[in-house]
């Protein structure tokens, strides 16, 4: 029924996709390219990611691909193109388009026809500008003998104007990333951020791997989303080669998905009250982190249960023993960031840091796109774990976080109640974990599939889209990691606040680096 309402909005031919994610796939032309994203967007949906496929020698085309979040679900568009004949540019339609537009350039040597901002972005002057890492006819392992080059960043000129660089190398263990403030005293005028220092070739080396392998890879992308990318990605696996998994494996995944979330949320809200003065909010939440990550470390054998997703299942199970020590520590947990709470609350100093810093208003954050959890706190109400059906979040009845502040209370605000949420899902999975096997064998029917896997990661939604060949071989596997619609949100977040305001600000988002540049 999905498929037949979606086929008379649409006007183009659509099939379902296998898989827990609810997901749609059309071959279109360059006709309905525009067309189709500019009904996604009178709609009310939005654009997750763009990325393209080298297809040649089998023939002369590449294959551009967009997936876009409808009501119903993920709709994956694929345009065959000629190198010469390019696509038609989206971010006038979806802004977020502009730096994956020119990632995929700078990748695989397919432009974006129409598009203002076509500067390098991943290429930082490493590699010639006529070699392209994707395309089948280059192994990725080329060696060159090249000097960084400039970036045209965007200059400011007025009186007092001056700029201010940081980075790209940081303090401490800050992976790298450049950013150019435009400045009048303290107040910035402007921000711009120059990324791609953590670009490591992922993409291609997907396309060494065996898709039952692969796993590793997707689960190192970023590390403190390792369940995430590794969820979506077995996800992904197992819709392309029809796989189905064991209940008690889906219920597993979400358990390992919260105690991510949950991790993540304790080390931000102890980071977030230090760079606003309050170091004894570092000393507590780091203290319920390690308590956290420890217990993983017991139960799981991981401390970020990094490889316990695996295709066809979990890697991992929990006993009776294991369960009430993890309801043990929910609890504990719980009461302590509830104390924790009162004081972030009633702490004046405090407040007066976080109130107002880095606003997005909700009208901006619909514009740009801004998503996860960055975007529930500027009214943006996307959540995968509630939208879509997806086993067992539609059997859990998710509770939404929300605020319409945008600022980086607000983004705190809903840090601490998606702690609570996701300590109530656990309680809620551990009552109901369906009993049975943890893992079954994956099928290989590899009939040149096709997969996706969509998964509500704690920064954001996490996508990963793969094509496979009839051996089991990855042809291309592509990860979205939800920082890149944030990244550039956060150069408006800062306009108009003060320069030392910046660490807060940046932390409130807290944005991957690594997920972002591949």
């Not at 740009?368 to 086993?391: H, K, N, Y």
């Not at 502040?405 to 840090?415: I, K, N």
């Not at 702690?419 to 899902?425: T, V």
């Amino acid at each position: 029924m999905k498929t037949d309402v979606l086929i008379e909005r649409y006007a183009i031919p659509l099939r379902a996709l296998p898989g827990d994610a609810p997901a749609w796939l059309a071959e279109i032309g360059t006709q309905d390219w525009t067309r189709i994203a500019q009904i996604v967007r009178s709609e009310g949906g939005r654009l997750i990611s763009v990325w393209g496929s080298d297809r040649t020698p089998d023939t002369d085309q590449f294959i551009i691909s967009a997936a876009y979040c409808v009501a119903e679900g993920l709709l994956w568009l694929r345009l065959p193109v000629t190198e010469q004949q390019g696509y038609p540019d989206l971010s006038e339609i979806f802004p977020a388009a502009v730096r994956m537009q020119r990632a995929l350039f700078d990748l695989l040597g397919i432009y974006a026809t129409g598009a203002e901002d076509a500067r390098p972005w991943l290429n930082h002057g490493k590699w010639p500008k006529d070699y392209f890492p994707l395309r089948r006819q280059y192994s990725g392992l080329e060696q060159f003998d090249s000097e960084l080059e400039d970036y045209p960043f965007v200059s400011v000129a007025g009186d007092g104007v001056h700029e201010i660089a940081v980075g790209p190398i940081h303090a401490g263990i800050i992976e790298p990333g450049h950013f150019r403030f435009s400045v009048v005293g303290e107040k910035v005028l402007r921000l711009e951020q120059r990324l791609g220092y953590t670009h490591k070739g992922t993409d291609k080396l997907f396309t060494r791997c065996r898709v039952a392998d692969g796993y590793r890879l997707a689960g190192r992308i970023s590390g403190d989303s390792t369940v995430a990318f590794a969820w979506a990605y077995c996800m992904a696996v197992e819709a392309a080669t029809a796989t189905r998994i064991p209940p008690r494996a889906e219920w597993l995944r979400a358990l390992l998905l919260e105690r991510e979330r949950v991790a993540n949320h304790l080390g931000d809200l102890g980071a977030l009250g230090n760079d606003a003065g309050l170091a004894v909010g570092m000393a507590q939440f780091t203290l319920l982190k390690e308590d956290w990550v420890r217990l993983n470390d017991h139960l799981f054998g991981h401390r970020f249960m990094m490889d316990r997703i695996v295709p066809g299942g979990t890697a991992a199970d929990l006993d009776a023993a294991g369960m009430a020590l993890m309801m043990t520590q929910c609890a504990r947990i719980e009461a302590e960031v509830r104390a924790l709470r009162t004081i972030y609350d009633e702490h004046a100093g405090l407040q007066d840091r976080f109130i107002s810093a880095g606003r997005v208003v909700p009208k901006m954050a619909a514009e740009l796109g801004l998503c996860g959890l960055a975007g529930r706190a500027s009214a943006q109400a996307w959540d995968v774990r509630a939208d879509q059906a997806i086993t067992p979040y539609a059997q859990l009845d998710v509770r939404m976080a929300t605020h319409r502040d945008g600022d980086v209370a607000a983004r705190v605000f809903v840090r601490f109640e998606e702690i609570f949420e996701s300590i109530r899902l656990l309680r809620e999975i551990a009552r109901q974990l369906p009993p049975g096997p943890a893992t079954a064998p994956l099928s290989e029917q590899f009939a040149d599939g096709l997969g996706i896997g969509w998964v509500e990661g704690w920064r954001g939604p996490v996508l990963v889209a793969i094509e496979n060949d009839a051996h089991g071989r990855v042809l291309r596997c592509h990860c979205h990691d939800p920082s890149w619609q944030n990244w550039p949100i956060l150069q408006h977040a800062i306009m108009g606040n003060i320069v030392p305001d910046f660490p807060l600000i940046n932390k409130s988002f807290n944005l991957s680096y690594s997920g972002h540049d591949l």
